[in-house]
């Protein structure tokens, strides 16, 4: 068993306690960040004297063959190690004799784990970006491409007021671009180096913490060493902020899961995102939509598992702090595989719309439309409001769209109406005539479309 201690104590510990304490099984995962890190520590050690530029350049050396090594799959990191520390110090040392036992000068098991997952976020921060970006990529594409395609608007679920369908998905560009956002001020909040905080009191060598800030593009060193190794903020952040991505991913897949159904119709889904039944023939399912969806909770879990981890630890460093990497681990690796996928799943859709025009129409969705146009006669609100109510029932009873109702019909009810009522109901004018900034009109949204590719240009 390859531990970093062991003077203090007299003998070997209970192998289920061991397995139990280690963490190599998933801080594995760290490897290059550990490396990288011990890379700026000895650059440092040697730059203030504390280590001699030969004993620097060698140690350097090794641990850019360890990192070789691993990453090339010819020095696998095995569970006889305790944590990733370890596996490497201990082939360090192996490779490079008694001077590799130097690397750890001035140096933490805490402040370096801190370090570790720091850089660890900090790099996952930007892949998960780079996947936000894309989607919203092929948001503001189709977007583009639906200016005019014209579908209902909904709130409880039921059809209300006409709107296009850039206008729904530029909803949802709006909510992944803030979660761009988030992720960008925990990176601005997050990006100051532990390393040099010790244990929780600093050190008595004399480090220069601001160099190795630098060396690992931090914008300088934290301030307060017990904070340093007991702050979890910027993990518990990060999930916070990926619980909201999948809240987001999971209300855009609820909709495509509806839109799919044979009732709504308003949507294809690509048959390389979607799946059959084993019994059912006709069946095409939105599989990945509803993995997509039910992976959900599983973020959330891991979002609350922390904060509860978190809650009642005493300063400073304590084991508990271990159960950090597990849930985030796992949470990153869930968004990044839902971000892929929800991506490619959207980019392939197939929108239809003559159905979703349709539904529009026979929804009543410009009823609201046609009490203004009464509005528009000198009839008050409230009145207009009855009489469409009355017209919209007449329509149920003979199964039409208002569209299709007769003037005469109309004109039994309100002789304001004329034969421009056609033209004031029409779908175009239901959209195109609502003109202010956020609205679905054509003219309204140009601007906004024209900020978005801005925005993504940057």
């Excluded at 970006?129 to 189709?142: C, N, P, Y």
Aim: glycine residues 6%; contains cysteine; charged residues 30%.
């Amino acid at each position: 068993m390859a531990q970093l201690w062991g003077g203090r104590f007299t003998k070997e510990t209970d192998k289920l306690v061991y397995n139990f304490n280690a963490s190599i099984t998933f801080d594995r995962k760290l490897y290059r960040q550990d490396i990288r890190g011990s890379l700026a520590h000895v650059k440092m050690l040697a730059k203030q004297g504390i280590l001699t530029e030969e004993e620097g350049k060698k140690i350097e050396e090794g641990l850019k063959g360890i990192l070789e090594d691993v990453e090339s799959g010819k020095l696998p990191v095995t569970e006889e190690y305790e944590d990733i520390h370890s596996f490497v110090e201990a082939n360090l040392i192996s490779r490079i004799g008694d001077v590799g036992k130097k690397l750890h000068t001035g140096r933490s098991r805490n402040d370096q784990v801190a370090l570790d997952m720091k850089l660890y976020v900090r790099d996952e921060i930007q892949e998960l970006d780079a996947l936000l970006k894309k989607l919203l990529v092929t948001i503001e594409r189709l977007m583009e491409e639906h200016l005019h395609t014209y579908m209902p608007g909904f709130t409880h679920l039921q059809k209300a007021q006409p709107l296009t369908l850039a206008h729904h998905l530029g909803a949802y560009f709006e909510m992944f671009r803030r979660d761009r956002g988030r992720l960008h001020d925990i990176y601005e909040r997050m990006n100051y180096c532990p390393l040099g905080a010790g244990a929780l009191a600093g050190t008595t060598y004399p480090l220069d913490r601001a160099y190795t800030a630098s060396l690992l593009d931090f914008y300088g060193p934290t301030r307060n060493s017990m904070d340093s190794v007991s702050d979890r903020d910027y993990v518990i952040e990060l999930l916070a902020a990926l619980s909201t991505i999948m809240m987001h991913l999971s209300r855009f897949c609820e909709e495509i899961i509806i839109w799919n159904t044979n009732e709504y119709r308003f949507v294809e889904i690509d048959d390389a995102y979607s799946t059959g039944s084993s019994i059912m023939p006709q069946k095409k399912n939105p599989d990945i939509a509803e993995l997509v969806r039910g992976k959900t909770g599983r973020v959330y879990g891991a979002l609350m598992s922390l904060l509860t981890t978190m809650k009642g630890l005493p300063l400073a460093y304590n084991k508990d702090m271990q159960e950090d990497k597990e849930p985030a681990f796992d949470a990153i690796d869930t968004v990044k595989g839902c971000l892929a996928l929800f991506e490619g799943m959207l980019a392939t859709i197939k929108f239809r719309e003559d159905v979703m025009e349709a539904s529009a129409k026979n929804g009543f969705t410009n009823a609201t439309d046609a009490a203004d146009y009464l509005v528009g006669k000198g009839v008050p609100f409230r009145d207009a409001h009855s009489i469409i109510g009355r017209l919209v029932l007449l329509c149920i009873e003979k199964n039409c769209s208002l569209d299709q109702l007769p003037l005469e019909e109309y004109r039994k009810l309100c002789p304001a109406f004329e034969e421009d009522i056609y033209e004031a109901i029409s779908m175009k004018t239901c959209v195109e005539k609502r003109m202010t900034l956020g609205a679905p009109g054509a003219e309204a949204m140009k601007p906004v479309l024209e900020e978005y590719r801005t925005y993504l240009a940057e």
